[in-house]
């Protein structure tokens, strides 16, 4: 019924039609004054569901579900930071399904709560660089006060060129541009936790 790479593309659309609901909202509420413009981001929105539902549905021509790459599997504790919440979820379910821990939330503000309420240390930080409130630089220096040596996986609709030096400093940090497929994402995050 369809290759392997199907439900990876479906996810990095998904990521991208999100990425475009969300920035339409945040031009501000005069862009979305009129019934129509709230339709448009709604339907981009559905869409964006759609895609995602027909991902998690795709099988083989034999009805088998597509073979994955047990490689990327793991057990580690990542905190997911990102404030737009089907991006969020998305990459949380995957991780999950894979095996990881996965603490989720919707800034830095509430990062810094969330890693303060679990109890396994963090191994990796996948964080948005543009949020609200904090940054995900921001986020990620006062993270280095607790976890001096925590890796950093950092993602952005916006070009890597945007990223300070500091932000992508030695061999515990990088980035990935959204859209992604999320088996892209997970190998940079692999390459990270591996580093020694």
């Known amino acids: 019924m369809t290759d392997d790479g199907s439900r990876e593309t479906l ?35 559905m869409l964006a569901r759609y895609t995602l539902d027909l991902a998690r549905v795709l ?10 790459d047990t490689s990327l599997d793991g057990d580690e504790t990542i905190l997911l930071v990102d404030d737009q919440p089907g991006v969020r979820q998305v990459i949380a379910e995957v991780l999950r399904s894979r095996g ?10 509430n990062a810094l709560l969330e890693v303060a309420r679990h109890a396994a240390p963090v191994d990796l930080v996948v964080t948005d660089v543009m ?3 904090m940054t995900g630089d921001e986020l990620f220096r006062m993270l ?20 300070t030096a500091r932000m992508l400093e ?9 859209p992604f497929v999320v088996d ?9 936790l591996e580093r020694a």
């Not at 990095?12 to 339409?24: C, N, R």
């Not at 099988?59 to 994955?68: H, I």
């Not at 030695?170 to 959204?178: A, E």
């Not at 892209?184 to 990270?192: F, W």
């Open 11 to 45: 996810l990095a659309l998904y990521t991208g039609l999100e990425a475009i609901a969300s920035h339409a909202t945040e031009l501000g509420e005069s862009a979305l004054e009129t019934n129509a413009a709230r339709h448009h981001v709604e339907t981009i929105r």
């Open 59 to 68: 099988t083989s021509a034999s009805g088998e579900l597509q073979p994955r």
């Open 100 to 109: 990881y821990d996965v603490i989720e939330a919707t800034d830095g503000e």
């Open 131 to 133: 949020m609200p409130a």
């Open 144 to 163: 280095r006060r607790w976890y001096p040596s925590l890796r950093v996986l950092f993602m952005s609709g916006y070009d890597a060129g945007a990223l």
């Open 170 to 178: 030695g061999d515990r940090t990088d980035f990935i541009p959204k």
């Open 184 to 192: 892209d994402l997970i190998r940079a995050m692999r390459r990270l």
